[in-house]
């Protein structure tokens, strides 16, 4: 989740909508697409995902890259109330979160915490996307490799 468990343990000059000004200059998603080497089909899978998110937290006058827990949740809470759990899970969580993760451990990025896992903890919706990769994905995993499906 990274140095913080919670948002209202992040000092406010280390929350990340309080610190996007500062790198404003650059793309921090186009740097981590780069970077992943995702296939052409991923690509397109992520373009949808981005754009999504990218007219969310516009309507919120946030940088995509820099979001409040609560950016994250009203995000997921839309799509949740709008498409199937599997696909809000498979195109939007999965991206956002991975992203985070990279920016996470990148020194040259200013991310101290996920935004998305801190959701999981901290909102309905976070814990709703949580329950269905712990419930589902990872059951579907299990079952699998008990099955001999996975090596």
Known sequence: MGVYAREAAVPPRRRLP???GRYADRDLF???ESMAGFTEWQSKKHAR?????EAH???RGGDPAFPSVADVDSFLSERIDAVAMDTVYRIYWTYLRRFFKWALWRTDCPHRYNPVLMACVETEAGQEMWTYFIETVKGELLDAKEAGELE
Do not use: D, S
């Open 18 to 20: 309080a610190i996007a």
């Open 30 to 32: 186009a740097e981590y």
């Open 49 to 53: 995902c981005r754009r999504a998110w």
């Open 57 to 59: 937290m516009e309507t």
